[in-house]
């Protein structure tokens, strides 16, 4: 048995470096770790400790663990087919556990094939929304501890099942994205006796403008497979999401960023209690850099329309970039939420808090 696995290891040892060195194909990875300690009386569902506790048990814990499960290993590269300029396009990329917090040692993050030429580019499989890709825009705290927009608006997602198109940028500054996810029979959004079968269930548009030290998206989903952040009474099972995001990168430095989202419930019963449900999301961002450092703050909400809550997110931080590869960070992190029935646990302040520092680097 000893033998066996060893003749393994060797093979997969000379098998490596071939596929490392293939033509146009690009190893890459990312160390994501962090130490912080957190207070989670809101429940915001992170893989922290003591989520949605009271009293002794909302004291928190100091923790090392992989931020917001991005800590990642991929390939991806391109080759040309002979046909004009034709070329095939892929990634595989998972994401790893490097201290044990996820509870998986391999996960599923954009994996996808696709063809890109003068037509644009069209792609298959699973990988991020169109919905998302505008939020990382202006988010200064993507994959950083609980300040992900993730933990404050619908949208952040990764999805199954995508065909996407990309346009070739147009008058060098507008680029118009379009993408459909087949439903393969899985329960109706809005019909709980339903089943989706169709070829474009769900799909999401967007618009991407660039010209300058200015950038914008204006993107759209339809029929979404998530729930609303607070306003999810029973019966809502998808959402329709309008997201505008715009910044400015000016060249001394300064970065500002904003977004606003609308997202309306899709209800999957005949007569739910406060149908129409809908969340709105803003967020206002700003970051400096001076040589090495980057100091940053964020500032979002999102109201609930039905159930009347809302959420506040505050966030503060500094990356210090060592090399090219290697940035150091400190943080603070604060969410607040009003005590709302099913919302808040009874006796809590309705008050979220990380404070810590982390280490990205990337390869």
Not at 26 to 50: A, C, H, P, T
Not at 80 to 90: F, K, N, R, S, T
Request: net charge negative.
């Amino acid at each position: 048995m000893k033998k066996n696995l060893i003749a393994v290891a060797v093979a997969a040892m000379t098998v490596v470096p071939t596929v490392s060195f293939a033509a146009d194909t690009k190893v890459y990875g990312r160390f994501n770790i962090g130490l912080d300690r957190v207070k989670d009386e809101i429940g915001l569902g992170d893989g922290g400790l003591n989520n949605n506790a009271t009293g002794a048990a909302a004291e928190g814990a100091w923790r090392i663990r992989d931020m917001v499960n991005s800590s990642r290993l991929g390939f991806k590269g391109k080759e040309d087919v002979g046909l004009g300029d034709l070329a095939v396009i892929y990634q595989l990329e998972y994401g790893i556990d490097p201290d044990g917090s996820e509870g998986a040692a391999f996960s599923q993050r954009n994996i996808f094939v696709g063809l890109t030429g003068g037509f644009g580019t069209v792609k298959f499989g699973k990988y991020d929304t169109l919905i998302k890709d505008a939020g990382a825009k202006v988010d200064q705290f993507n994959d950083q501890s609980i300040g992900d927009i993730t933990f404050l608006m619908v949208g952040e997602n990764r999805e199954n099942n995508l065909i996407s198109y990309s346009s070739p940028k147009i008058a060098e500054m507008l680029t118009l994205n379009a993408a459909v996810q087949l439903g393969e029979r899985r329960a109706a959004t809005d019909n709980a006796a339903d089943f989706d079968k169709g070829l474009a269930d769900t799909f999401f548009l967007s618009a991407d403008f660039e010209s300058g030290i200015f950038f914008a998206t204006l993107a759209y989903a339809d029929n979404d497979v998530q729930t609303l952040k607070m306003d999810n009474l029973a019966g809502v099972t998808g959402t329709d999401q309008w997201r505008l995001a715009a910044g400015v990168k000016m060249p001394m430095g300064l970065e500002l960023g904003a977004l606003y989202q609308v997202a309306t419930g899709i209800s999957s019963v005949a007569a739910p209690t406060g149908d129409d449900r809908e969340e709105t999301s803003y967020l206002v961002s700003a970051a400096f850099t001076v040589d090495a450092f980057k100091f940053k703050g964020q500032y979002g909400k999102t109201d609930a329309d039905v159930t009347d809550n809302s959420r506040d997110m505050f966030g503060l931080g500094v990356d210090y970039k060592l090399s090219k590869a290697l940035t150091t960070q400190v943080f603070y992190m604060n969410y607040s939420q009003d005590a709302v029935a099913n919302m808040v646990p009874a006796g809590s302040s309705g008050d979220t808090s990380s404070y810590g520092l982390a280490m990205i680097y990337s390869f």
